[in-house]
């Protein structure tokens, strides 16, 4: 089931071609957009944002990460250990809020990026199948509903590697190529040490797994929506 939705706010950045926003319901807890913040199809890797920030750049690092002072150890935002934050600083925010979020800054209305659990229930195997394939020559996965009465409906994830620094690490995968690698945002923080976030990585050899990512680091985006 593919419905469309007209994204009319002012983004942050020029996506004109991206004014029509497309989700399928796969009988999740979530809607999962067809395509990538910053892509016009499913198999374009679209923009790359540390997590937090809604603006694509050049350089992806603590000096240009706009929630600390310049270094891991001075958070200013989404920080839960005083030992992280800048001059001891605290919060309990361990979710992106909505102005940091980079799929809802971007996309608006009910536009978000998923939280941890929501990609946890994408991978699950009793939900979807993940299907390693290709689109117009770009590898990365299809997943595919099992849900009654969703099945058959999918997504493509493309493998779009990652910045960082201003070095986009990516190479062109070929079917069998372990070296084709994908990187997702969450919008969860990782708890134990909030100078990084969770993030779902996969490969072509079926290693699709969530861990955590320094924050400045540029990835993908999928939005997800009620």
Known sequence: MRKTLTLLALLPFTLAAQATKEYVDLGLSVKWATCNVGADSPEKYGCYFAWG???NKDDYD?????????????????????SSGYNGYTDSKTVLDSEDDMAHANWGGDWRTPTAA???EL????????TWTSRNDVYGYEVTSKKSGFT??????PAAWCMVNNTLNKN????????AIGY?????LYEQNPSRAYFISFTSVDNIDINFCTRYTGLSVRPVRP
Do not use: R, V
């Open 172 to 179: 062109f995968a070929t079917a069998d190529s372990p070296t």
């Open 62 to 82: 603590w000096t240009t990460y706009p929630h600390c002072y310049g270094t891991s150890s001075t958070l200013t935002k989404y920080c839960n250990k005083s």
């Open 53 to 55: 920030e809604f603006n």
């Open 118 to 120: 929501e990609w946890t």
């Open 152 to 157: 058959g409906n999918s997504i493509f994830l």
């Open 123 to 130: 991978m699950d195997s009793e939900n979807c199948t993940w």
């Open 184 to 188: 997702y945002w969450s919008s969860s």
